[in-house]
C-alpha cells in the first residue's frame, strides 16, 4: 500500500533549538520526495524536491535528507523561529503520472 | 506573475445543496490536481487534470466531479453536500510532472 508516515506527530520547541521531523515512505514507484510548510488554513509552500539520486538539499535554515534505500527522509530546522511554526507535510510524488501521496504532517509551535 | 489562484475564499452551504469551487493555474500551466483537506490530516488527492483530460481520480465519490477548461482553469463539484464534506479544499498547478504549487484554498463548511 503507498503511504507516507511521519513522525512526530507534533513538536514544542524553544525559539533558537534546532529540530527534526521524520518521514518514511512505502510510496512505489518513487518518482520524488517533497517536503512542504502549511500556516494553518493556508495552502502548502514548497519547502525541497528531491529525486533518487539526491541525498541532501538545503532551503535556507530548512535542510532535508533522502535515503531512498530505506525510503526515510528528513526535515532539518536549524535556529527556529517563531514563523516557523506550522505543519510541515512529507509528500512523495507515484510513478509516470507524478501523484502526490501526502503524509498527515508533523505541527509544529515554536515558543519564545 | 500571479499563483495559483482559488475561488471563492471561504464557503458556507447547508446539506444536500451543490458547490462550485474555482482555480486558475500559474500561466503555463498545464496541470491542475484537486485535493481535499479535512482538519488535521494530510491533504487527499481527488482528481488531476492535464491539457483538459482527466488523468487521475482519487477515491472519492460520484458526487464529486471536476473539468478543466480551454485556458487550464478548473473547476470542482460537489453534489448533495453532506457534513463530512467540510474541509479545505486545495488547487494546485503543474508544469508536466514537476512541482506542483498550490492555491490558498476555499474552507468549505457543511452545516
Known amino acids: 500500500k503507498n503511504q507516507v508516515e511521519q513522525s512526530p506527530q507534533s513538536l514544542i520547541i524553544l525559539e533558537g533549538k534546532n529540530c527534526t521531523l521524520q518521514c518514511n515512505y512505502t510510496v512505489s514507484p518513487f518518482s520524488n520526495l517533497r517536503w512542504y510548510k502549511q500556516d494553518t488554513g493556508r495552502g502548502p509552500v514548497s519547502l525541497t524536491i528531491?529525486?533518487?539520486?539526491?541525498n541532501t538539499k538545503s532551503n535556507g535554515r530548512y535542510t532535508a535528507t533522502l535515503d531512498a534505500d530505506t525510503k526515510q527522509s528528513s526535515l532539518h530546522i536549524t535556529a527556529s523561529q517563531l514563523s516557523d511554526s506550522a505543519s510541515y507535510i512529507c509528500?512523495?510524488?507515484?510513478?509516470?503520472?507524478?501523484?502526490?501521496?501526502f503524509g498527515k504532517g508533523t505541527k509544529l509551535s515554536v515558543k519564545p | 506573475d500571479a499563483g495559483v489562484t482559488q475561488s471563492p475564499t471561504h464557503l458556507i452551504k447547508t446539506r444536500g445543496q451543490h458547490v462550485t469551487l474555482r482555480c486558475s493555474p500559474i500561466s503555463g500551466h498545464k496541470s491542475v490536481s484537486w485535493y481535499q483537506q479535512v482538519l488535521g490530516q494530510g491533504p487527499q488527492f481527488i482528481f488531476q487534470?492535464?491539457?483538459?483530460?482527466?488523468?487521475g481520480r482519487g477515491n472519492f465519490p460520484d458526487r464529486f466531479s471536476a473539468r478543466q477548461f480551454p485556458n487550464y482553469s478548473s473547476e470542482l463539484n460537489v453534489n448533495a453536500l453532506l457534513l463530512g464534506d467540510s474541509a479545505l479544499y486545495l488547487c494546485?498547478?503543474?508544469?508536466?510532472?514537476?512541482?506542483?504549487?498550490f492555491g490558498q484554498g476555499t474552507r468549505l463548511t457543511v452545516v
Open positions: 509528500v512523495v510524488s507515484r510513478g509516470s503520472q507524478g501523484n502526490l501521496i
Open positions: 487534470y492535464y491539457e483538459k483530460e482527466e488523468r
Open positions: 494546485a498547478s503543474s508544469y508536466r510532472r514537476t512541482e506542483a504549487f
Open positions: 528531491m529525486t533518487f539520486s539526491e
